[in-house]
């Protein structure tokens, strides 16, 4: 079993369109994580998720919002994307502080 | 604000040699953990080894061990007997322990190549 997936893997979009991605765990973890992966491989945390609790990156554009149904998903929304929006996008989860964060396979989006 | 810096974008090694990765890091906290992730081409992130501030003891998994420098702020990793399977991307990650839950700082990577 997938401990932490995404969907889809690949997204090819237009500029001004609007797009989700989806992240589930199976692992029980209470905090859930969003990265993103620019096209130098480096990463930065936009989102964390606890309890309900919602951490935000202060560089993040508003335009992102993370959407949480229940412990075990953390949506990651897009609004009016822009070129510069293209990247990897990871999710990932933890149990706790300081352990192990499991990574999604990530998400590589395209803004044409 | 933390920052994690890898001074060595890359790296090559002869197969079954060791390499060591750099690591430094800057914080004003006492408690944290610091982590090293591989990224191979598949782009999976894997975690190789994990280290907690407070343990003085250098953590160490298989062939892979850190030479943790804590008032130094360094954190490097040594790979031992150098595989094809260890070329990839190797990101030094910082996590602490203080309230909030921001994740992790990422430095901006170490490509290590293996020369068969």
């Known amino acids: 079993d997938t401990a932490v997936s995404q969907t889809p893997k690949y997204l090819v979009t237009q500029m001004g369109n609007d797009k989700s991605i989806k992240c589930e765990q199976n692992?029980?973890?209470?905090?859930m994580y969003w990265y993103k992966q620019d096209s130098k491989k480096f990463l930065k945390i936009m989102f964390s998720y606890n309890n309900k609790e919602l951490i935000i990156n202060e560089t993040v554009p508003n335009r992102f919002s993370p959407k949480s149904p229940d412990k075990a998903h953390l949506n990651l929304h897009i609004n009016s994307l822009e070129l510069g929006d293209s990247a990897v996008y990871f999710c990932?989860?933890?149990?706790?502080?300081?352990?192990?964060?499991?990574f999604g396979p990530g998400t590589r989006l395209t803004v044409t | 604000a933390q920052t994690v810096t890898q001074s060595q974008p890359e790296m090559s090694v002869q197969e079954a040699e060791t390499v060591t990765l750099s690591c430094t890091y800057d914080?004003?906290?006492?408690?944290?953990?610091l982590f090293w992730y591989k990224q191979p081409p598949s782009r999976q992130m894997i975690l190789v080894i994990r280290q907690e501030a407070y343990k003085q003891q250098n953590a160490t998994e298989n062939r892979f061990s850190v030479n943790f420098q804590k008032a130094a702020k360094s954190f490097s990793l040594k790979i031992s007997d150098s595989q094809l399977g260890d070329a990839a991307m190797y990101f030094c990650a910082y996590f602490g322990a203080g309230g909030g839950a921001d994740g992790l700082t990422f430095g901006k990577g170490t490509h290590l190549i293996i020369q068969p």
């Open positions: 914080t004003s906290e006492s408690d944290y953990y």
């Open positions: 692992l029980g973890h209470d905090t």
């Open positions: 990932a989860s933890t149990y706790g502080r300081g352990g192990e964060q499991y």
